[in-house]
């Protein structure tokens, strides 16, 4: 039997502390949609995403009301683009991502991601077309997902690839620049992308994966944060063992949605990703929990001993709460997303180089980071590789999702909108590693990636 | 299956009254009420059984939401899983 104090608990997290299902995804195969006319692949396409996903909105919806926890986000993650796109003979994948964006609407959904390629190793003539559509893709379609991944522990780094992508931001940033150069935030560069993520910007459905599944994304730094007052004080033990209690009740309630949703669209359940994800609303703050741990501001020195805490507990918490734990599953730590780390760096409090140290003991990497718009290619390129470095030696994902905002500099801010929120922009270190990026070629493997 | 209605607001004459005619009009059984004031804050929760369908579950609580409001207290109602998923291994 119930207890009350059971159901208050529940009530006062999903109203009090913001306890929300961040996001179901549906991922879709399109590898049945291949042609080699371009104008049937985007019909076929259109076609079996408007045909899988048609009641994706509403059944998210229905589970939300009757469970009375919010479903943020209804989402869909295809194949990479340029893997389906292939047979295609086209020298462009601009009208694809149309045919994505047409489809997203249709359903309703607010994000589709796999406007992707795969060249960690190298790039495919259809990695090639991709790539250079990105751009334009991303200033012609609102809700398209593009990601990049670069690099992995078992193949080193494409470095050729890097130095491409740090052009194609810049010129992302460039062809949406009336419209704070949103383009950018539709862009992830990975090291170790995975393929069952359900979170945008970085989500597609991988080739191992059932041709459509169910992933599950469930938050919640607010409740987090409230557990954390009721321990004001208390040694580490409790203050993980109190982190990990929550998390298992919070991966639950994801657990259940996914489940549901998995039953009602009679689609194959994946995996849920057990990472806390912010948003720009008070009390919905990675950086707000630092603050309850003892630390004045995100940034701080303890700061990256303070998050390996967090995202370690998380996943002790929630893999016993889920039959399948997948996905990033880490912490978040995007900076225009997450109100406490926008006062952080406007206080000088938190640096680019601090971030960086950051993402070595959590996903994402540096994400949602407004720097300004005269940054050099090269530069931002040296960025990506230092972060895919961290995720190659370490076995772990790392992204950088970066935007040059052209036109404006250090001290001045950016507005997104919405869940994407406002960024300061952050200095960016001055000295060059032009010659290093023009070097092209691949970093090789790292020794302890050797396994076999 | 089973819904759990909770119910929150300022104390006042008829609250219960109201939400059990509600839903004995439409024929909905109550398992179990239990009911509390703390510092003048009226919180009940009740136990009632509803039939499995979608539309049904919504037109109830919809029409319980728009009777708090009448009233003028907060009234959710949930399927009994989004609990014992959270609270029970």
Redesign the interface.
């Known amino acids: 039997m ?1 207890s ?1 104090m ?6 006062k997290m999903i109203k009090e502390s913001n306890l929300d299902v961040r996001t179901i995804t549906m991922g879709i195969s399109l590898m049945d949609c291949a042609d080699s006319d371009l104008t049937k692949f985007n019909q076929k396409i259109y076609d079996k995403i408007t045909k899988k996903a048609e009641n994706l909105v509403k059944t998210g919806e ?1 589970i939300a ?5 919010p479903v943020v986000n209804k989402r869909i993650s295809v194949t990479p683009i340029s893997i389906a796109a292939a047979g295609c003979k086209a020298d462009s994948y601009v009208s694809v991502a149309e045919t994505l964006d047409r489809a997203a609407k249709e359903v309703g959904v607010n994000f589709i991601g796999g406007f992707s390629a795969l060249i960690h190793k190298g790039c495919t003539p259809g990695d090639e077309i991709l790539i250079n559509s990105i751009p334009e893709a991303l200033a012609v379609t609102d809700m398209v997902c593009s990601s990049v991944n670069v690099g992995t522990s078992r193949n080193g780094i494409n470095m050729n690839a890097v130095k491409r992508m740090g052009e194609i931001i810049l010129d992302a940033a460039e062809r949406t620049k009336d419209r704070s150069c949103i383009g950018c935030a539709k862009l992830v560069v990975f090291c170790n992308a995975v393929e069952d993520n359900p979170f945008m910007a970085g989500a597609f459905h991988g080739v191992g994966e059932k041709d459509c599944v169910i992933n599950v994304g469930v938050s919640g730094p607010g409740v987090v944060k409230r557990a954390l007052e009721q321990v004001r004080g208390e040694d580490f033990e409790t203050l993980c063992e109190t982190v990990k209690r929550t998390a298992f ?1 919070i991966t ?2 994801g ?2 949605v996914a489940q549901e949703a998995s039953r009602r669209l009679d689609v194959p359940f994946g995996i849920i990703d057990l990472s806390l994800a912010p948003t720009p609303a008070i009390g919905d703050s990675i950086a707000e929990i630092f603050q309850e741990m003892g630390l004045e501001e995100a940034g701080a020195p303890g700061t990256t001993a303070a998050l390996a805490m967090l995202n370690d507990n998380v996943k002790k918490g929630g893999v016993m709460a889920s039959s399948y734990v997948g996905g990033l599953s880490g912490a978040f730590i995007p900076v225009s997303e997450d109100h406490g780390m926008i006062e952080a760096t406007e206080k000088g409090a938190l640096t680019l180089e601090k971030l960086e140290a950051m993402t070595c003991v959590c996903s994402v990497g540096l994400d949602m980071i407004a720097i300004p718009g005269d940054t050099p290619a090269s530069t931002i390129s040296g960025i990506i590789a230092d972060e895919a470095a961290i995720g190659m030696v370490n076995n772990k994902t790392t992204a950088v999702r970066i935007i040059p905002v052209i036109g404006k500099g250090v001290g001045e801010s950016v507005e997104f909108g919405g869940l994407l929120g406002y960024a300061p922009i952050m200095p960016v270190n001055k000295f060059s590693c032009e010659k290093f990026i023009a070097r092209g070629g691949r970093i090789p493997a790292p020794i302890h990636s050797f396994k076999n | 299956m089973k819904a ?1 209605i ?1 119910v929150l607001g300022t104390d006042k004459v008829g609250i219960i009254a109201k939400v059990c005619t509600y839903l004995a009009d439409r024929e909905i059984n109550i398992l179990d009420i ?1 009911q ?1 004031i703390i510092q003048g804050y009226f919180n009940m ?1 009740m ?1 009632i059984e509803v039939n499995d369908t ?1 539309d049904h ?2 037109e109830i ?1 919809d029409g319980l939401e728009k009777l708090g409001e009448e009233i003028g207290v907060v009234i ?12 029970r291994i």
């Open positions: 119930l009350r059971e159901i208050v608990e529940t009530n229905d009301r009757q469970y009375g926890i009740k639950r309630a657990q259940l | 759990i909770t239990s509390t929760l136990i979608m579950f919504a609580a959710k109602m949930q399927h009994e899983d989004i609990f014992n998923t959270m609270h």
